[in-house]
Each structure stands twice: as structure tokens, then as C-alpha cells.
């Protein structure tokens, strides 16, 4: 079945630090790919999204690229803020599974001022 | 941009008592909602998908007669946790997704959680 690997956390850095959180996937077909985050105390939200090979996501400085060729779907920002401390997911939804969303196990990220 | 709403946010029960959760849609029809349960530091586990006027679909492992989930129109879904133990202490999140042509054409959005404790 399909499945969604990201790195463990918590990742602490500071501030306008690099921040790269690792996603890979198993899936059939061509899955659209996600990242949600989740800040303290709130629900998911949807940050973006890539629904076929080499498609870019980005929003707030966040970026992900669909890579096929390596299953992967890593999110990058180049300078971190205190505000985006939250946990991220990785999640994908494929057509096998009835476009259901599988997540990963969520990154903490910790960023200190 | 579409909003999906859960209440309570949290809720203490005793142990044997039962417990529902809202779930609505504020600004757009949901064809589609799905209930998780999110463990401690864990990722978000599916335990199920309704359809409006329709049964739910449980994934496997979840006890429907446990946790019964009624979708009755398109903006309210509900699930109820019935004879609720310790073990059933989480926090469940729902989601919704509009027709294909509301709310981000298919996009699911997120409501904010509702913490569970059993005592």
C-alpha cells in the first residue's frame, strides 16, 4: 500500500537558519504530494501541494519538488523563522487508495530565536 | 478560503460514558468527510470516510460499533465515541471535501482537533 516516510524530529535551529525536512513515498501511480503543517494548539493546513512529476510547490517561503525519479518530495526555506515552529507532514493521496491522504509521521521543528 | 469547524475542542468524560464531536462545513457543501485520530507525537491515522447519507467506511482495525460516525447532511458529520475508556484519550481531527468545483475543487481542509480524555 502506499506509504510516506519523513524524517523524525524535532529539528531545532535558529533563526534564518536552512531548514530541510526529508520526505520520501511508496505509492502506485502518479499520488499528488503534500505538506501540511500544524502549528501549536490549531488544526492542519494545507502549506502546498504537487500533483505530477517536477512540479514545485511553494508558499511562505517553503518549496517542495515532485521528484519521481527518486520518490521524494523534500521541503526547503532558506531562512527560518520563530513562526514557523510547528510540525510538518508529508502526505500524499493516490488514485489506488480512492484519493485517501496518507501521512507521514509529522516533523517537529523547533526554531529559537 | 473554506473553513471547517469541530466542537468541543476538548472534552473530559468519564470512563463508560459516551462522547459525540461535531464536525462542520462552514462555508461549503462536503461531500466527503474523514475522521482521524492523531496519537501523541504521532502521525494522523484515517479511521474513516463518510459519504453524506451514507454509511461510513472504517479502515481496518476501527470498531464501527465503537466509534459510529453519521454523515446526515453536507456541512455536519458527527462521531461518537461510545462506552469510552482511557484508551480512547486523543485527539481526533476531521476533514472535508467539497464537489469538485467548491472549495479548491476537491481540496480537503482541515477542522482544529477536539482533545479527548477519558478518565
Known amino acids: 500500500g502506499d506509504s510516506v516516510t519523513q524524517m523524525e524530529g524535532p529539528v531545532t535551529l535558529s533563526e534564518e537558519a536552512f531548514l530541510t525536512i526529508n520526505c520520501t513515498y511508496t505509492?502506485?501511480?502518479?499520488?499528488?504530494l503534500f505538506w501540511y503543517v500544524q502549528y501549536p494548539g490549531e488544526g492542519l493546513q494545507l502549506l502546498l501541494k504537487a500533483t505530477k512529476a517536477d512540479d514545485k510547490g511553494s508558499n511562505k517561503g517553503f518549496e517542495a519538488t515532485y521528484r519521481k525519479e527518486t520518490t521524494s518530495f523534500h521541503l526547503e526555506k532558506g531562512s527560518v523563522q520563530v513562526s514557523d515552529s510547528a510540525v510538518y507532514f508529508c502526505a500524499l493521496s493516490g488514485q489506488a487508495a480512492g484519493n485517501k491522504l496518507t501521512f507521514g509521521g509529522g516533523t517537529r521543528v523547533l526554531v529559537k530565536p | 478560503g473554506a473553513v471547517v469547524s469541530q466542537h468541543p475542542s476538548r472534552v473530559i468524560c468519564k470512563s463508560g460514558t459516551s462522547v459525540k464531536i461535531e464536525c462542520r462545513s462552514l462555508?461549503?457543501?462536503?461531500?466527503?468527510m474523514f475522521w482521524y485520530r492523531q496519537f501523541p507525537k504521532q502521525s494522523l491515522m484515517l479511521m474513516a470516510t463518510s459519504n453524506e447519507g451514507s454509511k461510513a467506511t472504517y479502515e481496518q482495525g476501527v470498531e464501527k460499533d465503537k466509534f459510529l460516525i453519521n454523515h446526515a447532511s453536507l456541512t455536519l458529520s458527527t462521531l461518537t465515541v461510545t462506552s469510552a475508556h482511557p484508551e480512547d484519550s486523543s485527539f481526533y481531527i476531521c476533514s472535508a471535501r467539497g464537489a469538485p468545483g467548491l472549495a479548491g475543487t476537491g481540496e480537503l481542509f482541515f477542522g482544529e482537533g477536539s482533545r479527548l480524555t477519558v478518565l
Open positions: 462555508d461549503f457543501q462536503a461531500t466527503t
Open positions: 505509492a502506485t501511480g502518479y499520488p499528488s
